[in-house]
């Protein structure tokens, strides 16, 4: 008996099934609950079920590349993240080969990742999406259990690089700022004082923008080259237009027109590249990397620019639809930190009576 269940992601419809004398539980997103949509949702999820029940057998002696082969056609997850997991595991394919899933042991795991001749970082990347495929091969009830749950990815010995650390002062943002030009430009203004990722702004159209609030409802995956939701629900947000913004958004909108007359292009996008398509992260990213920065420092610096203003950390948490407050708090705190510093230094030097 099938059913419609309410998740965090939105509405699924559900089925039990057996296989091998085992009931699975299959699902699949439906858009709403009603008869005609169950009907869709129901042959969808059957072509899920037939893929993996076709060979009774199978689940007790797959062999690691039709697993993953599975995993990566039937995973319920953004394309973007497939792309990421399917050259991951690729790199997983090669250095282990086709062999069954039941012969996979922490050792053998630890000794054809730890020696590969692979950058200590990719052999990181790899062993991570291998333990994620690998606990969807136990829920599929392919393993009974994960062995390389207890597999730790290699020590590198460069540190990674403080988060607290990756943002813009104004000085340099104006600097940054000076040294560009057109769609690039206004590109990094508007990511400096949206505080926006790139693939959100880059999604934007000019119907997103309103007299009061931008609305953040869609993100731009260059790499899946597709518009998909944001990163998770609290990316779903309404962006304020402080004053400095809107003078901004008002400067651009200007030159956008002109733009596009003299180019002769009709552009869905609010920002957009030579030719009117979507202005892509990886051209922008080319431009900005031959000065030293990259869009995600962009991100940082508003978050830097609001702490140095006494904004709270929820209150720029919000702002920028950051679900958790792990990497901004270390910014933020740096920022604050710095300030107080600044201040204690000040009284030192004061006499007060």
């Not at 869709?40 to 697993?67: C, F, G, P, Q, V």
């Not at 993953?68 to 993240?81: A, G, H, P």
């Not at 206004?186 to 997103?208: H, K, N, Q, V, W």
């Amino acid at each position: 008996m099938a059913w419609v269940e309410k998740t965090k992601s939105g509405l699924r419809y559900v089925d039990r099934i057996k296989v091998n004398g085992k009931y699975k539980k299959f699902s699949t997103p439906i858009e709403k609950d009603t008869a005609q949509a169950r009907r869709r949702a129901a042959e969808t999820l059957n072509k899920k079920i037939r893929t993996i029940t076709h060979d009774e057998e199978k689940s007790s002696e797959i062999a690691l590349y039709a697993a993953i082969k599975d995993y990566l056609e039937l995973k319920d997850c953004r394309e973007s993240t497939r792309i990421n997991a399917t050259a991951n595991l690729k790199h997983c394919k090669n250095l282990l080969g086709d062999m069954q899933l039941s012969a996979l042991s922490p050792a053998l795991i630890r000794r054809t990742f730890y020696k590969a001749d692979l950058k200590p970082t990719v052999i990181n990347r790899a062993l991570s999406a291998f333990k994620t495929f690998l606990f969807w091969c136990v829920d599929m009830e392919y393993l009974e259990e994960n062995p390389a749950a207890n597999v730790r990815p290699l020590k590198i010995d460069k540190p990674a690089p403080d988060p607290a650390t990756l943002y813009l002062e104004a000085k340099q943002l104006r600097n940054l700022l000076s040294n560009l030009s057109g769609m690039a430009y206004y590109m990094t203004r508007f990511l400096a004082l949206t505080g926006m990722r790139i693939g959100e702004a880059s999604a934007l159209t000019p119907e997103d923008i309103g007299k009061k609030y931008i609305s953040v409802t869609k993100s731009y995956s260059a790499r899946a080259n597709e518009t998909t939701k944001p990163k998770n629900s609290s990316s779903i947000r309404e962006v304020f237009i402080q004053p400095e913004l809107n003078e901004m958004l008002k400067e651009y909108m200007k030159w956008r027109k002109l733009d596009i007359m003299a180019h002769g292009i009709r552009p869905k996008t609010l920002f957009y590249s030579q030719n009117g398509e979507i202005y892509r992260e990886q051209y922008y990213d080319r431009i900005i990397n031959k000065l030293g920065a990259h869009p995600h420092i962009l991100r940082h610096t508003h978050v830097a620019l609001l702490a140095e203003k006494g904004i709270s950390l929820d209150a720029i948490a919000r702002r920028i639809g950051h679900k958790g407050t792990g990497t901004i708090r270390a910014v933020y705190y740096h920022v604050t930190e710095k300030q107080r510093q600044k201040d204690e230094a000040a009284l030192a030097n004061v006499k007060l009576i």
